[in-house]
């Protein structure tokens, strides 16, 4: 690698005034002036011509991938460039090459992901101010240097990616995270060049084309690395452009990277997908006619061509071959990851405890630092102690120690949770003061208190360590927001504190014979410091004046200050590593510290280096943030000097990525008198304060410690130096050795802190004075801490000392050198390998279109889902990225880690820039990221969930064993043991008066003679007053007028069917009973509604067809609906049978009414469309409508002199026998309540039922919700306008599905105020076959419930389990079996008769049963199986009509009317409705239920399955921003309850799932209307 890439002869390099107008460029496009296409644009111009052609290379696309190598003849410039993209810190050259190789092998197998379809108004939303530069204060760092993401405007844009994320993970808060880091680094200590030394000053650093010439020397390098073609073949040259497509498809999308360097005939594909990729295309958005997938895979965006698409991806093989094992009981066993047989074991010794050398002891060492700084103060009074800058640069004050001696005028002191200063207070003794002191450009403090994540738990920690003072300065405490009166507001969690400030004109003099109480390091606590955890909690670690005073000593003893340095500190002065060498080493030794704040920084990156320079410091402290922003901004120094510097101290030199930083830096400086031997890594850590560092070393030469390791051994936990030069390697640099006086020694991370070997990584422990001792008040935590006993093989502790663990994961190196390799809280143990979440972040970065990420802003953290860690990375992406932008970058991330890490990313989300919230200083807010990812609350704008890759412990897919079969011993009423599952109602009982009639038609004729002014119906309008009723003669009489209408105008036969159109009232009951007095058959059909004639009239017509309906009779408005203008475009209106309308009809009587001879004949047909989409009509004969109507009446003890009041839908099943029939058979009065009429009045039917002071009611679910929903505030107010519904004994849910337990409860719980009755609640269960099974009725017990296992039921069993337990699913008994009804449970597919409490398919017998389909194909197979089923064993000579749901039987400890043990029968749903998935049987309103319970946002869900894929439909009531919060959500609920892994995520608007009258949902319909992409939904997603 190294050697082909350094011996090619550069291009002539670019003329000077050519660089500088490409640096005045870059300079454009970072500070915003020019969009990336007219920079690009303009950029090709100038540097066009100095390009070396490939043949059929248009210059104007001549750019590439990789920032240019800035030529030099020193090979050691020659290094290829590593992408600028990865903000350096990330890692050296090697990771780039590996991503980019890693990318390379995926294009072999040609991924094809589905691109998420999302409704235009999502995709514009970048909104405006994404664009504008954000303002300082909102801590978007890279200020100072452009805006972090252009390409390569002086490194300002391209390498800058912010290290946020790193830094302010490293020392969550400390100063300024979002470092930013040279772009340039390398492996091996061949140390590449970031910003040439002959740049001519435009060095941007990563130098894209602005660095330099080298156009051509980085086209070759970039071949050479790429796939080793040779630099002379240019017609080669297209391979490296589609990383992952096969080299054949030229179709690759619009390429992200704004480089696009294809060859000609490339580009003539690419032309007709997109216009020509260089001058960008008009970004395109979801929608486009023709897309293209993450990888240029062209596919109509048809939604069923992009299923099929993902059903293709999903097939590869996943990776990990477990094995896998599955018991045939419920338990679904999760597949345990076993551990791979290969996998690298730690084979070295034990390892030994490094012991640091002798703590020297200098007899003029104070006793305690106030001690040092009185000392000092009297010695040398006007010794400067610190000097602070202000955003110019210009010492703001110079405090001297004699100053400083003086209590009040200590500056920084510190933000948030320094508690107790070292130095003097200020103040009451007796109170603990928490010093809010900004350094001297006090960032708004406000802001860094009270809106940014964690300022909560900040004052959690205040009040817990009971804080009463807080110490702030005047700037400070003119930012704290205050009342109207004046008052500092009291912020969100934080104890009522008393501000005070401490600078000297707010302070008298002390008096003279003052002198401060100077204590000896005994073991009070100093000082507490904060630190934030993984989960977002804040810690106060509590450190003791001995502690305080010995590491100030080891520090100068490792160091090696002595009096009167200079020091300039770039750190948070206020904890941590700037702490402890900027206040308080500094202090002992009476050094003199420049403290530079965060906010001169952002304006100025080099203002550090100008002060090294400026004051000869001997020593700085920095970041590798700083290092790269000083990167960024040398060019426009002419005389930097940094030979002064004996010491440069990198506090977060542990971080993996710091190495490239502190060689680009070295590389670059080296010229400007930096010695190598000056870069002091150091590691620290809040518990352990400094756990190592690397010493100044006097003897020029001696090269620091580098460790090339592999990731895969990492991940294992061993450490294997990569020797073969693989991809994926991790490049350490050494933090030195243990610090002096301190014992160290490597512990596993997890269990019993045993002794790792010495090829193993562990966590760091150290034994020293110097170290934390506590967690303020939490004992538990402290004792796990701060109280470890590492342990030998053997099993004994090696020291009697305690040891503090130091959170950081690494090993000790040969010659006791130390390596950290990661911290412990960015740990991911995934399928039981370790993954380092910093690791993930630097090859996220590295991956092309590097300048995707909006400054470098990524977040990684894991989340339990399905008993495993799984990956979720979270970035901002730029503001003016596209679609395909984003998608492509994704499927690209993907496969790096993949290729890299060998791991999985379970989800990638994009936010827009500036929304993932932020630590004070601007990093990424981890834990508060992580949290408001699982709240729904982070509203990214893209989202790729891949559970199908990484979830690989779901159950194996279930076998299904043999049932009882006809083999199983059968002995009386038991199967193999058990009883069989059979009930029945009781007997019909002995005939009345008016059951000797066997048509309805002579039961009214009966009743308008017997009973004339008896009142049958009352129908209700929508103000709850009586619009009309009838009684019996009325009926008689309007039904004798219709049947002559229809002999005279219609000469219908009698037989002839007759479609009544009607709305829900009583022309519908005169109608009904006309055709039956005339002899015709009726079919009752829902009228279309007049706003929505397009969808529902079709299926008027398509009853009407399909009943064979003759004529039509309904109203006169719905009879012009019918042929109406809009009628005409949904349906053919000329082919309407003729439409009668009732309103006016003939005056005289027809001369006889029909008498039907044979009560098997039709009396009507009952129509209905099924939940899956099927319109099936059934057969009702007159015998079985009346002993229908007859079961009814003895359930409900139903007589003349009860009111029933009914609001249901008048057109099939139940309902319609309620409102048509029942009342005519049995004479009571029903009061009619159209459902529709609770739209505009939602209390109509509960007053209603009130006023007439009904016993007995019936609804729909759709009911019941409507008045859960728009009543549940209005309980009181009802109360008062006199509700009462303490008389109602039944309410009775008519439905053809499994209770809704959860709705009938929460409207029980509702009305129970206005005295409905618990039990009163119940529902009724009929199907097509049987319009009624069960129904509540009056006597008998209460309905019950069980709980069973919503597990076992996927194998169709039923196993009852305890209220609350894991699983468990709440079932509701249907109501009572009726009257003349046998019920009996049989295998669907076996057909055998089925033991009590097992699944099988309901079989039903009665009088009342159906007689059979009407069907105009007449499917007789379908027919005969659904209606006249018999057993394969045991009662062999019943005949049963199949219902198609699924249920069982229970017999209670209950006894029924009869006194006999009461049957429960519980319905668990369709069998056409179910989803066999994995080879289990699944009922979508599971899943629903738990997908609705996910998110506030979610109202209404549906599932349905296509080519196996579960396909979720989610209504979302909210913004469409929260619409991708869902996605993530919806996935971990059905992975977790229900161990599926969902397909296809749909967000869509409130009301687009159909419902049908009953209140189901229509899944079938919402399927065919997702597949033919009519649902305009808002977001899909494809989960991969």
């Given at each position: 690698?190294?050697?082909?890439?350094?011996?090619?002869?550069?291009?002539?390099?670019?003329?000077?005034?050519?660089?500088?107008?490409?640096?005045?460029?870059?300079?454009?496009?970072?500070?915003?002036?020019?969009?990336?296409?007219?920079?690009?644009?303009?950029?090709?111009?100038?540097?066009?011509?100095?390009?070396?052609?490939?043949?059929?290379?248009?210059?104007?696309?001549?750019?590439?991938?990789?920032?240019?190598?800035?030529?030099?003849?020193?090979?050691?410039?020659?290094?290829?460039?590593?992408?600028?993209?990865?903000?350096?810190?990330?890692?050296?050259?090697?990771?780039?090459?590996?991503?980019?190789?890693?990318?390379?092998?995926?294009?072999?197998?040609?991924?094809?992901?589905?691109?998420?379809?999302?409704?235009?108004?999502?995709?514009?939303?970048?909104?405006?101010?994404?664009?504008?530069?954000?303002?300082?204060?909102?801590?978007?760092?890279?200020?100072?240097?452009?805006?972090?993401?252009?390409?390569?405007?002086?490194?300002?844009?391209?390498?800058?990616?912010?290290?946020?994320?790193?830094?302010?993970?490293?020392?969550?808060?400390?100063?300024?995270?979002?470092?930013?880091?040279?772009?340039?680094?390398?492996?091996?200590?061949?140390?590449?060049?970031?910003?040439?030394?002959?740049?001519?000053?435009?060095?941007?650093?990563?130098?894209?084309?602005?660095?330099?010439?080298?156009?051509?020397?980085?086209?070759?390098?970039?071949?050479?690395?790429?796939?080793?073609?040779?630099?002379?073949?240019?017609?080669?040259?297209?391979?490296?452009?589609?990383?992952?497509?096969?080299?054949?498809?030229?179709?690759?999308?619009?390429?992200?990277?704004?480089?696009?360097?294809?060859?000609?005939?490339?580009?003539?594909?690419?032309?007709?997908?997109?216009?020509?990729?260089?001058?960008?295309?008009?970004?395109?958005?979801?929608?486009?006619?023709?897309?293209?997938?993450?990888?240029?895979?062209?596919?109509?965006?048809?939604?069923?061509?992009k299923i099929q698409q993902l059903v293709n991806t999903l097939k590869r093989p996943k990776r990990p071959p477990l094995r896998e094992f599955f018991v045939d009981d419920f338990e679904e066993l999760l597949e345990v990851q076993q551990p791979d047989p290969n996998q690298p074991k730690a084979e070295g010794a034990q390892v030994v405890a490094m012991r640091g050398e002798q703590l020297g002891v200098v007899t003029n060492w104070p006793p305690s630092l106030e001690a040092a700084l009185q000392r000092w103060g009297t010695i040398s009074p006007k010794a400067p102690?610190?000097?602070?800058?202000?955003?110019?640069?210009?010492?703001?004050?110079?405090?001297?120690?004699?100053?400083?001696?003086?209590?009040?005028?200590?500056?920084?002191?510190?933000?948030?949770?320094?508690l107790r200063l070292p130095a003097g207070r200020g103040g009451p003794r007796a109170h603990r003061g928490a010093a809010l002191q900004e350094d001297s450009n006090c960032l708004s403090l406000s802001l860094a208190l009270s809106q940014d994540a964690g300022s909560q738990q900040i004052g959690f920690l205040l009040g817990s360590c009971g804080v009463t003072v807080a110490l702030t300065s005047d700037v400070c405490h003119k930012g704290l927001p205050k009342s109207q009166t004046g008052e500092i507001l009291q912020f969100k969690g934080w104890p009522k504190v008393?501000?005070?400030?401490?600078?000297?004109?707010?302070?008298?003099?002390?008096?003279?014979?003052?002198?401060?109480?100077?204590?000896?390091?005994?073991?009070?606590?100093?000082?507490?410091?904060?630190?934030?955890?993984?989960?977002?909690?804040?810690?106060?670690?509590?450190?003791?004046?001995?502690?305080?005073?010995?590491?100030?000593?080891?520090?100068?003893?490792?160091?090696?200050?002595?009096?009167?340095?200079?020091?300039?500190?770039?750190?948070?002065?206020?904890?941590?590593?700037?702490?402890?060498?900027?206040?308080?080493?500094?202090?002992?030794?009476?050094?003199?510290?420049?403290?530079?704040?965060?906010?001169?920084?952002?304006?100025?990156?080099?203002?550090?280096?100008?002060?090294?320079?400026?004051?000869?410091?001997?020593?700085?402290?920095?970041?590798?943030?700083?290092?790269?922003?000083?990167?960024?901004?040398?060019?426009?120094?002419?005389?930097?000097?940094?030979?002064?510097?004996?010491?440069?101290?990198?506090?977060?030199?542990?971080?993996?990525?710091?190495?490239?930083?502190?060689?680009?830096?070295?590389?670059?400086?080296?010229?400007?008198?930096?010695?190598?031997?000056?870069?002091?890594?150091?590691?620290?850590?809040?518990?352990?304060?400094?756990?190592?560092?690397?010493?100044?070393?006097?003897?020029?030469?001696?090269?620091?410690?580098?460790?090339?390791?592999?990731?895969?051994?990492?991940?294992?936990?061993?450490?294997?130096?990569?020797?073969?030069?693989?991809?994926?390697?991790?490049?350490?640099?050494?933090?030195?050795?243990?610090?002096?006086?301190?014992?160290?020694?490597?512990?596993?991370?997890?269990?019993?802190?045993?002794?790792?070997?010495?090829?193993?990584?562990?966590?760091?422990?150290?034994?020293?004075?110097?170290?934390?001792?506590?967690?303020?008040?939490?004992?538990?935590?402290?004792?796990?801490?701060?109280?470890?006993?590492?342990?030998?093989?053997?099993?004994?502790?090696?020291?009697?000392?305690?040891?503090?663990?130091?959170?950081?994961?690494?090993?000790?190196?040969?010659?006791?050198?130390?390596?950290?390799?990661?911290?412990?809280?960015?740990?991911?143990?995934?399928?039981?390998?370790?993954?380092?979440?910093?690791?993930?972040?630097?090859?996220?970065?590295?991956?092309?279109?590097?300048?995707?990420?909006?400054?470098?802003?990524?977040?990684?953290?894991?989340?339990?889902?399905?008993?495993?860690?799984?990956?979720?990375?979270?970035?901002?992406?730029?503001?003016?990225?596209?679609?395909?932008?984003?998608?492509?970058?994704?499927?690209?991330?993907?496969?790096?880690?993949?290729?890299?890490?060998?791991?999985?990313?379970?989800?990638?989300?994009?936010?827009?820039?500036n929304t993932l919230p932020k630590t004070p200083l601007g990093g990424i807010h981890l834990s508060e990221t992580k949290q408001r990812f699982l709240e729904g609350a982070l509203h990214p704008c893209n989202v790729l969930m891949c559970p199908h890759t990484c979830v690989t412990n779901l159950p194996k897919p279930r076998q299904k064993q043999p049932e009882v079969g006809p083999a199983s011993v059968m002995v009386g009423n038991l199967v193999s043991g058990k009883r069989i599952a059979q009930a029945s109602g009781r007997d019909l009982g002995q005939i009345e008066?008016?059951?000797?009639?066997?048509?309805?038609?002579?039961?009214?004729?009966?009743?308008?003679?017997?009973?004339?002014?008896?009142?049958?119906?009352?129908?209700?309008?929508?103000?709850?007053?009586?619009?009309?009723?009838?009684?019996?003669?009325?009926?008689?009489?309007?039904?004798?007028?219709?049947?002559?209408?229809?002999?005279?105008?219609?000469?219908?036969?009698?037989?002839?069917?007759?479609?009544?159109?009607?709305?829900?009232?009583?022309?519908?009951?005169?109608?009904?009973?006309?055709?039956?007095?005339?002899?015709?058959?009726?079919?009752?059909?829902?009228?279309?509604?007049?706003?929505?004639?397009?969808?529902?009239?079709?299926?008027?017509?398509?009853?009407?067809?399909?009943?064979?309906?003759?004529?039509?009779?309904?109203?006169?408005?719905?009879?012009?609906?019918?042929?109406?203008?809009?009628?005409?475009?949904?349906?053919?209106?000329?082919?309407?049978?003729?439409?009668?309308?009732?309103?006016?009809?003939?005056?005289?009587?027809?001369?006889?009414?029909?008498?039907?001879?044979?009560?098997?004949?039709?009396?009507?047909?009952?129509?209905?469309?099924?939940?899956?989409?099927?319109?099936?009509?059934?057969?009702?004969?007159?015998?079985?409508?009346?002993?229908?109507?007859?079961?009814?009446?003895?359930?409900?003890?139903?007589?003349?002199?009860?009111?029933?009041?009914?609001?249901?839908?008048?057109?099939?099943?139940?309902?319609?026998?309620?409102?048509?029939?029942?009342?005519?058979?049995?004479?009571?009065?029903?009061?009619?309540?159209?459902?529709?009429?609770?739209?505009?009045?939602?209390?109509?039917?509960?007053?209603?039922?009130?006023?007439?002071?009904?016993?007995?009611?019936?609804?729909?679910?759709?009911?019941?919700?409507?008045?859960?929903?728009?009543?549940?505030?209005?309980?009181?107010?009802?109360?008062?306008?006199?509700?009462?519904?303490?008389?109602?004994?039944?309410?009775?849910?008519?439905?053809?599905?499994?209770?809704?337990?959860?709705?009938?409860?929460?409207?029980?719980?509702?009305?129970?105020?206005?005295?409905?009755?618990?039990?009163?609640?119940?529902?009724?269960?009929?199907?097509?076959?049987?319009?009624?099974?069960?129904?509540?009725?009056?006597?008998?017990?209460?309905?019950?419930?069980?709980?069973?296992?919503?597990?076992?039921?996927?194998?169709?069993?039923?196993?009852?389990?305890?209220?609350?337990?894991?699983?468990?699913?709440?079932?509701?008994?249907?109501?009572?079996?009726?009257?003349?009804?046998?019920?009996?449970?049989?295998?669907?597919?076996?057909?055998?008769?089925?033991?009590?409490?097992?699944?099988?398919?309901?079989?039903?017998?009665?009088?009342?049963?159906?007689?059979?389909?009407?069907?105009?194909?007449?499917?007789?197979?379908?027919?005969?199986?659904?209606?006249?089923?018999?057993?394969?064993?045991?009662?062999?000579?019943?005949?049963?009509?199949?219902?198609?749901?699924?249920?069982?039987?229970?017999?209670?400890?209950?006894?029924?009317?009869?006194?006999?043990?009461?049957?429960?029968?519980?319905?668990?749903?369709?069998?056409?409705?179910?989803?066999?998935?994995?080879?289990?049987?699944?009922?979508?309103?599971?899943?629903?239920?738990?997908?609705?319970?996910?998110?506030?946002?979610?109202?209404?869900?549906?599932?349905?399955?296509?080519?196996?894929?579960?396909?979720?439909?989610?209504?979302?009531?909210?913004?469409?921003?929260?619409?991708?919060?869902?996605?993530?959500?919806?996935?971990?609920?059905?992975?977790?309850?229900?161990?599926?892994?969902?397909?296809?995520?749909?967000?869509?608007?409130?009301?687009?799932?159909?419902?049908?009258?009953?209140?189901?949902?229509?899944?079938?319909?919402?399927?065919?209307?997702?597949?033919?992409?009519?649902?305009?939904?808002?977001?899909?997603?494809?989960?991969?």
């Amino acid at each position: 690698m190294e050697g082909g890439m350094t011996d090619r002869d550069p291009p002539a390099p670019l003329p000077l005034e050519v660089r500088a107008r490409l640096a005045e460029l870059e300079l454009e496009l970072s500070e915003g002036d020019i969009t990336q296409k007219g920079y690009e644009k303009k950029r090709s111009k100038l540097i066009g011509a100095y390009l070396p052609q490939a043949p059929g290379m248009d210059p104007s696309t001549g750019q590439e991938r990789r920032p240019p190598v800035t030529p030099s003849s020193s090979s050691r410039y020659h290094r290829r460039r590593s992408s600028g993209s990865r903000d350096e810190r990330y890692r050296s050259d090697v990771h780039t090459e590996a991503v980019q190789a890693a990318l390379a092998k995926h294009k072999e197998r040609k991924m094809a992901v589905p691109m998420p379809s999302k409704r235009r108004s999502l995709v514009v939303q970048t909104s405006m101010d994404a664009y504008t530069p954000p303002d300082t204060s909102s801590g978007s760092e890279g200020e100072g240097q452009g805006d972090g993401d252009e390409e390569g405007g002086g490194i300002g844009g391209d390498g800058s990616v912010t290290m946020e994320t790193w830094i302010s993970r490293a020392v969550r808060g400390a100063s300024s995270p979002n470092t930013t880091i040279t772009t340039s680094s390398s492996s091996r200590g061949s140390s590449a060049s970031s910003s040439s030394t002959r740049s001519g000053g435009s060095g941007g650093g990563t130098g894209n084309a602005a660095g330099g010439a080298g156009h051509g020397s980085r086209l070759a390098d970039v071949l050479a690395q790429q796939a080793n073609i040779s630099v002379r073949s240019p017609q080669n040259h297209h391979h490296h452009f589609h990383q992952h497509h096969k080299t054949e498809n030229h179709s690759a999308p619009p390429d992200v990277t704004g480089y696009t360097s294809n060859s000609d005939h490339d580009q003539g594909e690419k032309a007709q997908l997109s216009g020509p990729a260089a001058p960008r295309p008009a970004p395109k958005y979801g929608n486009a006619e023709l897309m293209e997938t993450g990888d240029g895979v062209p596919v109509s965006s048809r939604v069923s061509a992009k299923i099929q698409q993902l059903v293709n991806t999903l097939k590869r093989p996943k990776r990990p071959p477990l094995r896998e094992f599955f018991v045939d009981d419920f338990e679904e066993l999760l597949e345990v990851q076993q551990p791979d047989p290969n996998q690298p074991k730690a084979e070295g010794a034990q390892v030994v405890a490094m012991r640091g050398e002798q703590l020297g002891v200098v007899t003029n060492w104070p006793p305690s630092l106030e001690a040092a700084l009185q000392r000092w103060g009297t010695i040398s009074p006007k010794a400067p102690c610190l000097t602070t800058m202000d955003t110019n640069g210009k010492p703001l004050y110079v405090l001297t120690y004699g100053g400083a001696g003086v209590p009040q005028q200590r500056p920084g002191c510190l933000h948030g949770g320094l508690l107790r200063l070292p130095a003097g207070r200020g103040g009451p003794r007796a109170h603990r003061g928490a010093a809010l002191q900004e350094d001297s450009n006090c960032l708004s403090l406000s802001l860094a208190l009270s809106q940014d994540a964690g300022s909560q738990q900040i004052g959690f920690l205040l009040g817990s360590c009971g804080v009463t003072v807080a110490l702030t300065s005047d700037v400070c405490h003119k930012g704290l927001p205050k009342s109207q009166t004046g008052e500092i507001l009291q912020f969100k969690g934080w104890p009522k504190v008393l501000w005070f400030i401490t600078e000297s004109k707010h302070l008298s003099k002390p008096p003279r014979d003052w002198f401060p109480h100077i204590k000896d390091a005994n073991q009070d606590t100093a000082y507490i410091e904060y630190k934030t955890c993984k989960d977002g909690g804040v810690l106060g670690v509590t450190v003791t004046r001995e502690a305080m005073l010995t590491h100030c000593q080891s520090l100068t003893q490792s160091c090696s200050y002595t009096e009167a340095e200079t020091i300039v500190n770039v750190l948070d002065f206020k904890k941590d590593v700037g702490l402890w060498h900027g206040i308080q080493a500094s202090v002992m030794n009476m050094m003199h510290v420049i403290s530079i704040p965060y906010a001169l920084m952002k304006v100025n990156p080099l203002s550090w280096i100008q002060k090294v320079c400026q004051y000869k410091a001997k020593v700085a402290c920095v970041k590798s943030r700083d290092m790269h922003w000083a990167l960024v901004a040398h060019r426009d120094q002419r005389d930097v000097n940094l030979s002064s510097l004996r010491m440069m101290l990198v506090a977060d030199g542990s971080n993996p990525w710091s190495i490239s930083s502190c060689d680009a830096f070295l590389n670059v400086f080296q010229s400007k008198g930096l010695k190598q031997e000056v870069i002091c890594p150091c590691a620290s850590s809040p518990e352990a304060l400094t756990v190592a560092i690397r010493r100044p070393v006097e003897e020029i030469g001696a090269a620091p410690g580098r460790g090339v390791l592999s990731m895969q051994g990492l991940s294992h936990g061993v450490i294997r130096v990569d020797t073969e030069e693989k991809l994926s390697v991790l490049t350490l640099q050494d933090v030195g050795s243990v610090m002096p006086g301190a014992v160290m020694c490597v512990v596993r991370p997890d269990g019993v802190p045993q002794l790792c070997r010495t090829d193993e990584i562990g966590e760091l422990c150290i034994c020293s004075v110097a170290t934390g001792t506590s967690y303020y008040g939490l004992t538990g935590m402290t004792k796990n801490t701060f109280e470890v006993f590492p342990m030998s093989n053997s099993g004994s502790p090696i020291s009697e000392f305690p040891f503090t663990r130091t959170g950081l994961l690494g090993f000790i190196g040969t010659g006791g050198i130390i390596f950290v390799a990661g911290k412990m809280d960015g740990l991911m143990v995934v399928g039981g390998r370790r993954h380092n979440a910093d690791d993930i972040v630097a090859t996220a970065l590295a991956v092309e279109p590097m300048k995707f990420v909006y400054r470098g802003r990524i977040a990684v953290f894991s989340i339990q889902v399905l008993h495993d860690e799984r990956i979720v990375v979270v970035a901002e992406q730029r503001p003016d990225s596209t679609e395909e932008d984003s998608f492509q970058w994704m499927s690209r991330v993907l496969q790096a880690i993949d290729g890299i890490h060998q791991v999985g990313v379970y989800c990638l989300a994009l936010v827009p820039s500036n929304t993932l919230p932020k630590t004070p200083l601007g990093g990424i807010h981890l834990s508060e990221t992580k949290q408001r990812f699982l709240e729904g609350a982070l509203h990214p704008c893209n989202v790729l969930m891949c559970p199908h890759t990484c979830v690989t412990n779901l159950p194996k897919p279930r076998q299904k064993q043999p049932e009882v079969g006809p083999a199983s011993v059968m002995v009386g009423n038991l199967v193999s043991g058990k009883r069989i599952a059979q009930a029945s109602g009781r007997d019909l009982g002995q005939i009345e008066d008016n059951d000797q009639f066997l048509f309805l038609s002579e039961v009214l004729q009966w009743r308008a003679q017997t009973t004339p002014d008896h009142v049958l119906y009352t129908l209700l309008n929508n103000r709850g007053a009586v619009s009309s009723s009838l009684t019996c003669v009325q009926l008689h009489k309007r039904a004798e007028k219709i049947a002559a209408l229809l002999v005279e105008r219609g000469h219908l036969q009698d037989g002839e069917h007759v479609a009544l159109v009607y709305p829900p009232g009583i022309d519908l009951i005169a109608a009904f009973y006309g055709c039956l007095y005339a002899g015709c058959v009726p079919i009752t059909v829902r009228p279309p509604h007049p706003q929505n004639i397009s969808t529902t009239l079709p299926t008027v017509k398509m009853i009407v067809e399909v009943s064979r309906s003759v004529c039509v009779m309904t109203t006169q408005i719905i009879c012009k609906l019918l042929k109406s203008k809009e009628a005409s475009a949904a349906v053919d209106v000329r082919t309407w049978p003729p439409i009668h309308d009732t309103d006016d009809l003939p005056k005289k009587k027809p001369p006889l009414l029909y008498k039907p001879s044979n009560p098997d004949t039709l009396a009507y047909l009952d129509f209905s469309v099924s939940t899956t989409g099927m319109l099936a009509g059934v057969k009702m004969s007159h015998t079985s409508t009346s002993a229908f109507c007859r079961s009814i009446k003895l359930q409900c003890e139903l007589y003349p002199s009860r009111e029933v009041a009914i609001c249901l839908d008048p057109y099939c099943g139940l309902g319609f026998v309620l409102w048509c029939l029942c009342s005519v058979y049995s004479g009571h009065q029903s009061i009619l309540i159209p459902p529709s009429e609770l739209e505009v009045n939602p209390a109509l039917w509960l007053l209603a039922v009130s006023q007439h002071r009904v016993r007995d009611t019936f609804c729909s679910y759709s009911v019941m919700e409507l008045c859960t929903k728009a009543l549940g505030l209005q309980t009181d107010s009802l109360k008062s306008r006199g509700l009462d519904l303490s008389r109602v004994r039944t309410c009775v849910v008519v439905a053809e599905e499994r209770p809704r337990t959860a709705l009938t409860q929460s409207f029980s719980k509702l009305f129970k105020d206005l005295g409905l009755h618990p039990r009163a609640v119940s529902t009724s269960f009929g199907c097509r076959v049987n319009l009624a099974i069960c129904l509540q009725g009056t006597s008998g017990p209460d309905p019950t419930t069980v709980y069973v296992d919503m597990r076992a039921l996927r194998h169709d069993r039923v196993r009852l389990v305890e209220r609350g337990s894991p699983h468990s699913l709440p079932l509701m008994e249907s109501g009572k079996i009726l009257p003349g009804v046998r019920i009996i449970i049989a295998n669907p597919e076996t057909k055998g008769p089925m033991g009590e409490s097992h699944l099988g398919e309901i079989w039903v017998h009665s009088a009342h049963n159906a007689s059979g389909y009407f069907s105009v194909y007449g499917d007789e197979a379908l027919q005969s199986d659904h209606f006249s089923s018999r057993l394969s064993f045991g009662d062999t000579q019943t005949l049963w009509a199949r219902t198609g749901y699924l249920g069982f039987l229970r017999r209670t400890e209950l006894t029924d009317a009869s006194g006999e043990r009461h049957d429960a029968l519980y319905v668990v749903g369709a069998l056409d409705e179910a989803m066999e998935l994995r080879g289990m049987r699944y009922h979508p309103i599971d899943i629903e239920t738990s997908v609705i319970r996910m998110h506030k946002s979610i109202t209404e869900c549906a599932v349905f399955t296509w080519t196996n894929l579960l396909v979720v439909v989610v209504e979302l009531d909210g913004s469409e921003q929260e619409a991708l919060d869902l996605v993530p959500l919806v996935t971990n609920a059905v992975l977790e309850e229900h161990y599926l892994i969902v397909g296809v995520v749909v967000v869509t608007d409130i009301g687009v799932i159909p419902i049908n009258s009953r209140g189901e949902k229509q899944r079938m319909h919402l399927r065919d209307g997702f597949l033919a992409d009519q649902l305009d939904p808002i977001y899909v997603a494809y989960n991969m």
